[in-house]
């Protein structure tokens, strides 16, 4: 699939009525207007010469490229040509809680061979993405790219945009992954340390050594699936595919960089190129330099590149260093630059267990802390704001990258009351179980609703009682992070809770509802990181 355009086409497709433009090579590029339609079906998907079963939007993997317009009225129609219950929900997007496509939360689903029409008014701009919200039908491929054009003038300027959905893709069925999980949670990582090379512990002393071993986890278990099982693909394209965007030097190049993975973070580089920040989760930012960005799992950028007459290679590494997604920019058609080496595999340290990285410490538990249990694997000792600092795997290299204190918000926040109150919420798991949960509580426990009264302004701080990183994502709201900008704090939908870290939040409880509240590595909500979060204008 290759989804690119010129200014001049984008504000043209965005104008016209309903119409599906198509680039030179003849790949669907958009569709758009106020009423599109969308069939679901299960397709072949060819990836890197091998043929695969995957779940398609009108035939395509990724699904096509949706552009609307602030201020317009989107009607959308899926049509369901599965043997199963499917869905589309509109990440990022402000609907109403009934258009939001979570079923069993905001509607039923869309039964097999049915059909659902989605209607609600576009009250924002900028670069999101819609996906599957039934089982793991995203897994297998029904995800896609939607980009909402502003009602007026585009504070950023650009000459060319190349819209880049960075996924993960498997011949492994979901539900055998997941099985996987379940038995031996660390069986798709084949790096992981010996018993023997834990002993030894290099830079470990002995009471961490011991705290590694009583964890039962290796410091090499960052990620759950890897790329043992999955291919890293650009715009559904592997690595040996690679996909190329096209540009003329001289020119300003938008990249629409969206994390469409199921499980996969990514820290996104163009060696030889830097990167303009220029919006984050489809807000607008101050432009901030940078040259490496770990991207969570269905978390956006949008950067300013701005190529000369050669050849670049964009590099899409998985957090663990098991494989990487790669394309090309260039200049002209067939030109390709050498892609870099993997990089050496990063270690957790203790820090990432929450022990502040301080020898010797107690290990009585926090106060507030979950209890430990069957579901509570551990508790971080120490967590900090880690807001400030790189990803795992990019805190001791030598070029700058990006974090979340350095994104400032363009505009004024459009909410800057104090909070009224304050909740702490808990990131929870037994990875040797893989179960995952807030607060120790799974989705199959059926918890009640997290209740916030419409309207009020709380802040919430999470808690990562865990070794692993997870994108935490609330449905049909923004929220500000609290990272030292005042009413210019960046505004998310999605944000990446470091190992041990906390992340802190305000949020104007604003769209009444129930939305769902999640992690969003897929195999860990469907492992019980789920919950529902209810506005309503009076809390019992």
């Not at 069939?39 to 043929?51: C, T």
């Not at 964890?215 to 595919?241: C, E, H, K, W």
């Not at 990487?324 to 957790?348: F, I, K």
């Amino acid at each position: 699939m290759t989804i690119l355009s010129t200014r001049r086409s984008v504000l043209a497709a965005a104008c016209l009525a309903p119409l599906l433009s198509r680039t030179a090579s003849g790949h669907a590029e958009a569709l758009s207007g106020p009423d599109i339609t969308l069939r679901i079906a299960r397709q072949d998907l060819v990836v890197d010469g091998k043929p695969t079963r995957a779940i398609g939007i009108n035939g395509q993997v990724p699904g096509p490229l949706l552009r609307l317009r602030e201020g317009s009225d989107a009607t959308i129609t899926v049509i369901n040509d599965l043997d199963e219950d499917s869905s589309i929900h509109w990440h990022g997007l402000l609907v109403p809680s009934v258009m939001d496509g979570v079923p069993g939360i905001s509607f039923p689903g869309i039964p097999a061979g049915g059909r659902f029409t989605y209607r609600f008014r576009v009250r924002q701009s900028g670069t999101y993405w819609y996906h599957s919200h039934s089982g793991f039908q995203e897994q297998l491929g029904l995800y896609g790219p939607l980009v909402i054009d502003p009602a007026g003038a585009d504070p950023v300027a650009y000459d060319r945009e190349h819209v880049i959905v960075l996924s993960d893709h498997s011949a492994m069925s979901p539900d055998a992954i997941m099985t996987r999980l379940k038995q031996a949670p660390d069986s798709f990582n084949f790096q992981k340390q010996t018993l023997a090379g834990l002993a030894r512990g290099r830079g470990l002393d002995a009471g961490a050594r011991l705290r590694w071993a009583g964890m039962r986890m290796s410091p090499t278990d960052i990620a759950d699936v890897t790329g043992a099982v999955y291919t890293y693909l650009v715009n559904g394209q592997g690595p040996q595919q690679n996909w190329t965007g096209l540009f003329t030097p001289g020119e300003r190049v938008r990249l629409r960089l969206i994390n469409a993975s199921s499980m996969t973070i990514f820290d996104v580089r163009i060696p030889g190129l830097a990167m303009s920040v220029v919006q984050a989760d489809g807000q607008d930012v101050r432009p901030v330099e940078t040259d490496e960005i770990q991207i969570g799992v269905a978390e956006t950028y949008d950067v300013i590149v701005h190529p000369a007459d050669r050849a670049y290679t964009l590099v899409a590494e998985g957090i663990d260093r098991s494989g990487m997604a790669v394309a090309t920019l260039a200049p002209r058609a067939g030109m390709r630059a050498d892609a870099p080496p993997l990089r050496a595999r990063p270690l957790l340290t203790m820090q990432d267990m929450g022990m502040g990285g301080m020898p010797g410490m107690a290990m009585s538990p926090r106060k507030d802390a979950p209890a430990l249990g069957p579901g509570v694997q551990m508790v971080a000792m120490m967590p900090k704001d880690r807001t400030g600092e790189p990803g795992l795997g990019l805190r001791d290299v030598n070029h700058r990258v990006l974090v979340y204190r350095d994104l400032v918000a363009r505009d004024d926040n459009p909410d800057v009351r104090a909070p009224s109150r304050s909740l702490d919420i808990h990131l929870t798991g037994n990875m040797e179980r893989y179960m995952w949960s807030f607060d120790g509580v799974k989705m199959s426990d059926d918890p009640a609703p997290i209740p916030f009264r419409l309207g009020e302004r709380v802040r919430v701080r999470l808690i990562n009682d865990t070794m692993m990183g997870h994108p935490i994502h609330l449905h049909g709201h923004f929220f500000e992070l609290v990272t030292g900008h005042g009413g210019h704090a960046p505004r998310k939908h999605t944000v990446l809770v470091q190992p041990g870290g906390t992340v802190t939040f305000d949020l104007t409880a604003d769209n009444p509802g129930d939305w769902a509240f999640h992690c969003h590595l897929l195999y860990h909500m469907h492992a019980g990181m789920m919950r529902v979060v209810s506005v309503r204008p009076e809390v019992a």
